[in-house]
Nanobody
Framework: VQLQASGGGLVQAGGSLRLSCAASGRTFSASTMAWFRQAPGKEREFVAAISWSGGSPNYADSVKGRFIISRDNTKNMVYLQMFSLKSEDTAVYYC??????????????????WGQGTQVTVSS
């Protein structure tokens, strides 16, 4: 699976952005997909994940109620809609995929495929 993230940019606090992740590979529809982020000087952290079927999304507490993860298996796409952005959301955002049929996890070490990252900057 190859992943290509896009949609980042500069936005004011309180604004919205939608990130997209295009995936190639026949096993995409069988894989849990997730978004992680990494701010300067910090470790990569879990943001959200979605199962292969699109059900049971999981969110980090810091984004719950503000971010929505979704996927379209017909287009091999995963999205992260972000609302009410805060300055602490500033980071490079990465999409990631587990190997097919694995149980959903929030730990980055269980994700085998990573996109190149897209920068999100929220100005206060």
């Amino acid at each position: 699976v190859q992943l290509q993230a896009s949609g980042g940019g500069l936005v004011q606090a309180g604004g919205s952005l939608r990130l997209s992740c295009a995936a190639s590979g026949r096993t995409f529809s069988a894989s849990t997909m997730a978004w992680f982020r990494q701010a300067p000087g910090k470790e990569r952290e879990f943001v959200a994940a979605i199962s292969w079927s699109g059900g049971s999304p999981n969110y980090a507490d810091s984004v719950k109620g503000r971010f929505i993860i979704s996927r379209d298996n017909t287009k091999n796409m995963v999205y992260l809609q972000m609302f009410s952005l805060k300055s602490e959301d500033t980071a490079v955002y990465y999409c990631a995929a587990e190997k097919p049929w694995r149980e959903m996890t929030a730990s980055p070490r269980f994700y085998d495929y990573w996109g190149q990252g897209t920068q999100v900057t929220v100005s206060s």
